[in-house]
Structures are given as C-alpha cells and as structure tokens.
C-alpha cells in the first residue's frame, strides 16, 4: 500500500490516484486507518475532519504511516478546520506549505524524519470509556460524549418492544440496550454507517440477540426484512451540509423492512418536515411527543 486518502476530497482540489486505498470509517469496506503500518505509506491524501480531536488524530496516524521523505496533501474548508490545518501540523514537526483556494485551505508537506507529538494525538483521539454515558465512545462519533437530546426523549418515551427489530443508524447502541432490555425482542438488526462506531457498538451492546451492520443506509439489502418494528434517529447532516433527504431515505428503508402491521418509530428535530415522507409510507402516522425541539412519531404499516 504506498498511496492513501482518507474521505473524498474535492477533484478540483486534489487528484488522487485510481488505485489509492480509502481509508475513511464513513465508507463502509474502507481499510482502517490504525492498522496501517509505519512506513507503509509513500502519500496520503486526507480530508481532514472537521472535529479538532478526530482532525489530529487522522493527521497523527496518517504521519505514522508515511514513509520519512513521504509525501502529505490535508486540506479542509476553511470553516471547518481548515484555518487551523497548518498550525496543527507545524505542531507536529511537519512545515507545511499552506494555500487558500475554493474555501479550503490545502497544505502540502513532507514528512519529517521525527514527527512530535503523534502518540499524543492519538492517545486523545481513540476510544475510551465515558462515565456519564457508561459507553465505549471515541472522538468524531456522533455525540460521542454526552447523550444526544433527541436520543433521550425517544429512550423516555420507547415502550417495551417484542419480535425482530432493527435500529437504523445506531450509533454507540444506547437505543439498542434501552430495547434488549425487553426479553420479548427475539432479534435486533443494527446499521450504522460509521465504522468507530460499530466497533464501539460492538463493545457497549453484548447481547447475542444483537446483530452489528458496518453498511450505508442508504444502499440497497443494508436492512433485513419482515421486521416487527425499526427505532432510529435518523441523521440529517452529511458532510455537514443539511440534507432532509437523509431521513426520507431512512423512512423509506424502514417501510421496506416492516412486516404489515409492523412500526417505525422515530425521533426528530420539530423542524424537520417528515410527516409527507411517512403518510406515504405509513397506514396510520401520530407525534406521541414533542419536547425540546424533537417529535417521536409511532408510525404503522
């Protein structure tokens, strides 16, 4: 493996070879990261992520793995880290020839011989245990350190489930203890499109009902069928841009999913204009809560 990019960078603003592999936990099948050797790396092209603690830890591994002499392009929107990329890699060790262009920055460096700091960056940017959350989490994850609001109004308001499920964009699996903890659920489907956190998944939700997808939502048999009931709290970001699509899509998955007469419930932000999407979907559609900025809808085939 002698090139690598990490996230799909803009083709304007980077040329990546045909052959480079990807390395981003946000593209299911992606090689990770942390497995990559030191030295085994020629380039690297990095996205580099928006989150401050994530940014240096995929910089810090990514200089790890370059070979000394190797060759490293970052860039980020200016809004979104980009600003910062420069200084973060100095930080490093690493002279970094910086240029502004589309709204980015890009900067373009050669690895040093002794890089500074990489263990830290990678210390605080991996998984560990929160207290508050009593979960396996790691930086970059969504809501990886506090328990996501919307989260908490479908957890106060879930009733006891039973049969075969399925939590659409599971996260860390605190929807899906709160639902094995049902002994009526025979069977629990979990996707999530980012791979951190299926590894974590895997480490907070030790149930053998439990099945842990790493697959896009979005992409056609990433959800099994005949279901008695879907849970999720779908997002609706991605790449940090607002995209309602995102949430119709989910609702359309979890209708293909759900047996006849089975249900979809679902959290969301009050704003978010999801009720065409599912009285298309749906026989029988109501908001039980709205609180805080969130509805939870119980929908039914």
């Known amino acids: 493996m002698r090139h690598a990019v990490y996230g799909l960078p803009p083709v304007d603003l980077a040329e990546v070879p045909g052959d480079a592999v990807q390395l981003s936990p946000l593209i299911p099948g992606s090689a990770r990261l942390e497995d990559l050797t030191e030295g085994s790396l020629d380039a690297a092209t990095v996205l580099a992520p928006p989150g401050t603690i994530e940014r240096r830890y995929v910089l810090a591994h990514t200089l790890r793995a370059l070979v000394p002499g190797g060759r490293m392009l970052a860039l980020a929107p200016k809004d979104r880290g980009g600003t910062r990329l420069a200084k973060e890699l100095a930080a490093f060790a690493c002279h970094a020839a910086d240029e502004p262009r589309r709204h980015h920055r890009i900067c373009r460096l050669v690895r040093p011989p002794e890089p500074a700091g990489l263990g830290a960056a990678i210390e605080e940017g991996g998984p560990r245990h929160v207290d508050n959350l009593a979960l396996c989490t ?9 328990l996501d609001p919307g989260t ?19 996260g860390l699996g605190i929807l899906a203890r709160a639902i094995l903890g049902s002994p009526a659920v025979t069977a629990l489907t979990l996707v999530e499109i980012d791979r951190r956190a299926v590894e974590m998944a895997h480490r907070n939700v030790a149930d053998p009902r439990a099945t842990i997808v790493w697959a896009d939502i979005r992409a056609a048999g990433a959800v099994p069928g005949s279901l008695d009931f879907v849970v999720m709290n779908p997002p609706f970001h991605d790449g940090g841009t607002e995209d309602q699509a995102l949430g119709r899509t989910f609702i359309a998955r979890a209708a293909e999913a759900l047996r006849k007469g089975g249900t979809l419930w679902l959290v969301a932000n009050a704003h978010l204009p999801y009720e065409t999407a599912l009285g298309a979907a749906f026989r029988d559609v109501s908001v039980t809560v709205q609180a805080g900025g969130y509805r939870v809808y119980e929908a039914r085939r």
């Open 138 to 146: 790691q930086p970059g994850v969504f809501s990886w350190d506090r």
């Open 152 to 170: 908490a109004l479908l957890l106060a308001n879930l009733p006891p489930l039973k049969g075969k499920g399925a939590d659409l964009g599971c």
